[in-house]
C-alpha cells in the first residue's frame, strides 16, 4: 500500500491514526482529492480494527479534511494549502522569447517519434535481462554500438571493453577525479575561465586545481611543462569550443597538449559538450 503515516499510537491507536491523516493533509503529503484506502483494507495493512479506522475517518470527515461519497470511497477534502515556510521556491520566472542560456538546446527538433518507436522495439523484443541492473559500464549493444561510431564519425580508435557508460559529463568527471585522487594525484589542470561547476566535482574528490589560461587560441597548452603544473595529473578542456569563450583550440596547442600526455602520462579529460554542432565541416 503505498501510503506513508507518521504514526504514533503513544496516545492510542485511533487518536495515532487521527493525527497522522491530520497531519499529512495539513503539510501537503496528501494532496486535495486524493483518494483514501478503504477503512477494510487500512485496518488490514496497519493490523488495526476496521472499526478503529472508520471512528478516525469519521472524525476527519467531522472535521472537514476528509469527505465521503457512496460510490467513490473516501478522499482528501479541498482544505487550504499549507502556509509557505521562511524559506519557499521562488515563482518560476517569465519564459523569454528567445532562449540563448548555453546547455539549452532546442527541444523541438528532438526526435521523439524515433525515440518512442526505437524504445518500444526494444522493450517489446528484448529479453527480461534488459531490465536488470546488468553491468555497470553499461550495457554491452551500447557500448559496442558507440566505440563503432567512434571510430567511423571521430577517428578514434575505441573497443567496447575501454568505454563506460554515465549519466552525463558531470558524473564522468567525478568519477575520474576519484579514481585519479585514490591514484595519489594532486592537482588537476582546468582552463581559466571554465565552469565552476566543473571546478567543484573535482575539489570535492580532494584534488587542487590549476588554473590553465585561455587566450584567442583556446587553452594556453604550451604552459604545461612549466613548474606551477607540475602536480598536474591531468588536464580537463572544452577544445571544440572552449567554455564559455567560444574559440577553438589551436592544432599548435593541440600538439603540445599530446606531447605533454605522452610525456608524463598525464590525462586530457575532454568536454566535447557540443563538438558535432556543426553542419558544413566534419567534427574538430
Known sequence: ????????????????????LRDAIRVGRLAPRTALPSTRSLAQYLGFARGTVSAAYDQLVAEGYLITRRGS???????PPPPAGPVGFAPPAAVPRHDLRPGRPDLTTFPATAWSRATRRVLTSGSAEIHTLGDPRGRAELRTTLASYLGRARGVLAVPDRVVITSGYSQALGLLARVLASAGAAAVAMEDPGHPFHREIVRRAGLSTLALPVDDEG????????ARF???????LTPAHQYPTGVTLHPDRR????????ATGGLVIEDDYDGEFRYDRQPV
Do not use: I
Not at 3 to 12: E, F, H, I, N, P
Not at 13 to 18: M, Q, V, Y
Open 255 to 262: 600538439h603540445a597538449l599530446t606531447s605533454w600526455a605522452r
Open 73 to 79: 470511497g473516501t478522499r482528501v477534502a479541498d482544505v
Open 1 to 20: 500500500m503505498d501510503l506513508y503515516l507518521d504514526l504514533d499510537t503513544a496516545r492510542g491507536r485511533r487518536a495515532g491514526l487521527e493525527e497522522a
Open 219 to 226: 587553452a594556453r597548452t604550451d604552459l604545461l611543462t612549466h
Open 230 to 236: 607540475s602536480e598536474a595529473a591531468a588536464v580537463v
